[in-house]
């Protein structure tokens, strides 16, 4: 298992567990999901780059 | 495959009779020891598979990793705060602790003494150790979700 897959996956688990937990309609559930995943995804990514030059 | 019900005309959950009570602490506990099975006794079917598929999965993730259990160890504060994430899994955690254990796990100095499992040298032990306190951590959310539900105070 690589990094990346490892951040897909923990993102996963975590959007899917959050969007039960706080909203209560499919569409809510399936926006609030999208959002929090790509966040996740994107802001691990954003990271990694901007850590990529200190050592 | 909604679960919403009982909203009033403000699209707030309904206060039932027993809002302001105190939920049952027996399935406060079932709930925690089996994630969503206090969601699947309350009717939420659809939250207690998914959250039971979530937190299991995580921790699956976690041990398969290497990770570590959280254990208390004296003189460290922060392996305190590792075990309250990973005590969070439960009856999953209470399992783990025996596979790597064994039988030592009724002599030992509880909660001292005991082994964590998993390989600090291992490249997923950092992952994995995230993934056991993560999976602990929405196990304890659901706890105060299902506290929330059958109080009233949460559809």
Known sequence: MDHFFLLVWHALLVSTFFAFLWRREPRDRVRLFAKSFLLMVGGGIALGWLMYPFP | ?155
């Open chain 2, 1 to 155: 495959m909604s679960e919403g019900k009982g909203k009033d005309s403000a699209g707030k959950p309904e206060a039932s009779a027993a809002a302001g009570g105190r939920a049952p602490i027996g399935l406060l506990a079932l709930t925690w020891l089996v994630p969503g099975l206090g969601h699947w006794v309350l009717g939420r079917r659809t939250r207690a598979v998914v959250f039971c598929a979530v937190i299991v999965a995580g921790f699956i993730t976690g041990v398969a990793l290497d990770g570590e259990l959280g254990i208390p160890k004296s003189g460290s504060p922060f392996s305190w705060l590792a075990a309250f994430a990973c005590v969070g899994n439960g009856v999953l955690y209470a399992l783990r602790l025996l596979w790597v254990n064994g039988l030592t796990l009724l002599s030992s100095e509880v909660p001292f003494g005991l082994g964590g499992g998993g390989d600090p040298m291992a490249v997923g032990f950092s992952y994995g150790n995230t993934f056991l306190y993560t999976s602990g951590l929405m196990n304890l959310l659901a706890v105060l979700d299902v506290s929330d539900i059958a109080r009233g105070a949460k559809d």
